[in-house]
């Protein structure tokens, strides 16, 4: 089955600046990779997606890029904000379901 | 348009007992997922039904078991409960094509302690 590993497990970084999470995954059948964001006692929800066939997708302050041939793909959030305080999981698979990663705790300091 | 809803949202049980879950899809939805997370991990895949046909399963053994009703509501079985079942079982609605995957809309959640 799959396997996904995320890192770091927990990063803080100074409001406005820029954050990475990275992710591997280790089925190249997988050719689905979304990213979840989840606050304190919330629902996971998506923040972005990205396909097999793309090798980058942006959507304002989020981006999330995808290697193929490494299989690996990363979350870069800019500017960040206090707002984008959470927990974030990416996850890959197919039409047969998705693995998550175990997440990635991002503290923005004031 | 309602979203995705679960019942109960706490419960607590004593190990080798029975559990089921309830799920309401968002309307529309054809496909409905179930996670396990445990505190401080990321959603674990037990499995994914497509039209009430069990289409995914993840390392999960066979007690825990599941249906999809033709409304795509959706239930979690667990039989013989164990200490390490206790955990947030989250069910995900999405709307796809066959062969296809799509968003997954979250519910809140059921708090399961074993005791």
């Known amino acids: 089955g799959e396997n996904v590993e995320q890192h770091p497990s927990t990063l803080s970084v100074q409001e406005g600046d820029s954050a990475v999470i990275k992710c591997t995954y280790s089925?190249?059948?997988?050719?689905?990779f979304p990213w979840y964001k989840q606050e304190l006692g919330k629902r996971p929800q998506l923040i972005i997606d990205?396909?097999?066939?793309?090798g980058e997708k942006k959507d304002q302050r989020i981006a999330v890029t995808l290697n193929k041939t490494a299989k690996h793909f990363s979350l870069h959030i800019t500017e960040t904000q206090p707002e984008d305080s959470a927990v974030y999981f990416c996850a890959a698979g197919g039409a047969d379901g998705l693995t998550f990663g175990k997440g990635t705790h991002l503290i923005i300091q004031p | 348009e309602t979203g995705v809803t679960q019942s109960p949202t706490h419960l607590i049980k004593t190990r080798g007992q029975q559990v089921t879950l309830r799920c309401s899809s968002q309307s529309g939805h054809n496909t409905v997922s179930w996670y396990q997370q445990a505190l401080g991990q990321g959603p674990q895949f037990i499995f994914q039904?497509?039209?009430?046909?069990?289409?995914g399963r993840g390392n999960f053994p066979p007690r825990f078991s599941g249906l999809q009703f033709p409304n795509y509501s959706s239930e979690l079985n667990v039989n013989a409960l164990e200490l390490d079942d206790s955990a947030l079982y989250l069910c995900?609605?999405?709307?796809?094509?066959?062969?296809?995957?799509?968003?997954?809309?979250f519910g809140e959640g059921s708090r399961l302690t074993v005791l």
């Open positions: 089925d190249s059948a997988s050719n689905y």
């Open positions: 995900a609605s999405s709307l796809v094509a066959s062969g296809g995957t799509g968003e997954l809309f």
């Open positions: 039904y497509y039209r009430e046909e069990e289409n």
């Open positions: 990205i396909r097999s066939n793309v």
